[in-house]
């Protein structure tokens, strides 16, 4: 199992100076506290740069380099940090159906966790962009479960589950997964088909979420969403990449890459004049 090289500055990143108690409530906080520190952001696709999913190489990314990530690289992590502090847990993959219908045959591009707590089972994910659960959620029941901000739901249904969210009045699809045991190789061919398929939806594109007490910041290429629970959801479109790269910097938390190629992409993107958010 590969082990984390700098524990202590990423629980001090998550608001701890010792390392917490393997329990339930720890599971919550660490969860509610990962989504609401590290950005998800695709800004390595959006460049074609590669994207290293080994532990040291997101470890580097993430905490030492101030990035975000995605589900390969934030959900790995946050896996390597639970089984340091004693949690039972693995990972395990899903086929992404947001936007579609949730019985679609998708690819197997989706990666989470499965922890097991005093025989009870959940699933805990950090890296599923805007829509991102921000606790953890209990695998045998159908019952809606409450988080620290929409309420979730699974179902199971011929040996797979499928996480539901509430948005409004109406519940929505988000991925399907089930319990099968993953190798390296199998995160391997999925980051590479997410990070280098022209077919991918985050090759060239750039993506981007980060949560808050209450609220979900979003970002699709230049279209910005602050989504609230208790008012509506404020949406704008970036109108310059200097204004799109202090968004990242000062909403989304992302030290930015020096790199020629990011300005240029997000130049790309503003200019593509896009419809109306």
Known sequence: MPTLTDRRLYLQRLG????????????????????????????????????????PSV???VLHEGR?????????????????????ARGITGRVVIGGPPDAHTGRTHRLSLVTLDGVRYITDVGFGGMVPSSPLQLDTDAPQATAHEP?????????????????????????????????IDYEIGNWYVSTHPGSPFVGQLKAALLAPGKRHTLANAHY??????????????E????????????FGIRLP?????????????????EEY
């Open 16 to 55: 701890y100076d010792s390392p917490p108690a393997p329990t339930l409530q720890t599971l919550r906080d660490l969860q509610l506290r990962h989504v609401c520190t590290f950005a998800f952001e695709s800004l390595s696709t959006l460049m074609h740069a590669p994207v290293p999913i080994d532990l």
């Open 59 to 61: 470890e580097r990314k």
């Open 68 to 88: 975000g990530g995605y589900c390969y690289e934030l959900n790995q992590l946050f896996l390597a940090l639970l089984q340091e502090l004693g949690f039972e």
């Open 152 to 184: 979730y739901r699974l179902s199971f249904n011929q040996g797979s589950y499928t996480l539901w969210a509430q948005v409004g009045e109406e519940w929505r699809g988000l991925y399907v997964f089930d319990l099968q045991t993953q190798a390296d």
């Open 225 to 238: 969403a602050l989504h609230c629970l208790d008012r509506p959801s404020e949406k704008r479109t970036l």
């Open 240 to 251: 310059s990449a200097e204004q799109l790269l202090a968004l990242l910097r000062d909403t």
């Open 258 to 274: 020096e790199q020629p190629q990011l300005y240029e992409a997000v130049e790309r993107l503003v200019r593509a004049n896009p």
